[in-house]
């Protein structure tokens, strides 16, 4: 079985010659959650329309489950459940009439699917109550059942907790992540909710201006983003060994210039200065440093207040 779900070869799309994509070499292994990063009119949802066949490239190629020829790519984007923007729900209709005229109009066959695909996502108390009187966050969950018809093993989310109030985007983040772990689907979000994507995603890709900037693990944005607590002493070395004796830890750094960088036991911060304190040490700089999912977005694209 082929580890990627999705692979873009210099993926470009042109528009009145303005590139919405410009050589953009994606990749999505089998089982990630891949968190879609970039700000409005980065080129996301031209991706996303690509890779579900809404729109065509104007030059490069991509690769669905390890095929990239036109009639493998159809029968590829039948293993492909989607929300993109709102979902489109019949109004007056009940979440199983709803989940019903969909499994008809896809060709899906067996009704036994319906029930399962409610109780999926929670919906499977809802009764006759039509999809006109449902909160967003239960249109939102009907939105994802229909996604899931037929099983999909790539599951592509725009926006999911967009609108949510927050018991709602808790609610959306635990289905997600339970239907990754739970049943191995390949999941790919894009979202401006930068704080919910570092609680989900296994994986990030960073596009700005149609270009993909950076992909990287959640372990090495985690890496590149690691919490420390950064220390100025007027005796470093008595400092070190302070830190060494009395909190129990070698997990820091003496720089050149005699600043002490502390990357654990920094969830105590009062302990730290009252053992540096006590040793007779002069303080001078005790700064907690390091960077959030936000930051790092903001500061990788060129800095500015991100409006993903």
């Not at 979440?95 to 009704?111: D, M, Q, S, T, V």
């Not at 007027?234 to 400092?239: L, Q, R, V, W």
């Not at 750094?253 to 005699?258: A, P, T």
């Not at 304190?277 to 207040?305: H, N």
């Amino acid at each position: 079985m082929h580890q990627y779900v999705l692979q873009t070869n210099q993926l470009t799309k042109k528009f009145k010659g303005h590139a919405a994509l410009d050589k953009v070499n994606l990749s999505i292994r089998k089982g990630a959650i891949y968190g879609f990063i970039g700000q409005n009119g980065a080129g996301k949802s031209t991706l996303i329309r690509i890779v579900t066949g809404l729109a065509f490239p104007t030059d490069g190629s991509i690769e669905l489950f390890g095929s990239g020829e036109n009639k493998a790519l159809i029968q590829a984007r039948k293993r492909i459940g989607s929300i993109i923007e709102s979902p489109a729900l019949f109004p007056h209709m009940t979440a199983a009439e709803n989940l019903e005229a969909n499994r008809i109009l896809r060709g899906i066959p067996g009704k036994e699917c319906v029930p399962r695909m409610l109780q999926q996502v929670g919906l499977h108390g809802v009764g006759k109550k039509k999809a006109k009187n449902f909160s967003l966050g239960m249109k939102q969950r009907l939105g994802l059942a229909i996604a899931l018809l037929g099983d999909p093993e790539f599951l592509i989310l725009d926006e999911p907790t967009n609108g949510l109030d927050p018991m709602g985007v808790v609610e959306m983040r635990e289905l997600i992540k339970r239907l990754n772990r739970e049943l191995g689907i390949t999941i790919l979000i894009s979202s401006h909710i930068l704080s919910e994507l570092h609680q989900m995603a296994s994986h990030y890709g960073i596009i700005h201006h149609g270009q993909l900037l950076e992909q990287l693990t959640a372990q090495e944005l985690e890496e590149k983003c690691q919490q420390y607590v950064m220390i100025k002493v007027d005796n470093p070395d008595k400092a070190a060994a302070v830190i060494q004796n009395k909190l129990g830890t070698a997990d820091f750094e003496v720089m050149q210039n005699g600043v002490i960088k502390l990357f654990s036991r920094i969830e105590h911060p009062s302990k730290i200065s009252s053992s540096l304190f006590a040793a007779g040490l002069e303080i001078e700089q005790f700064t907690p440093m390091g960077e959030d999912l936000e930051s790092y977005f903001t500061k990788r694209i060129g800095g500015g207040v991100p409006h993903v």
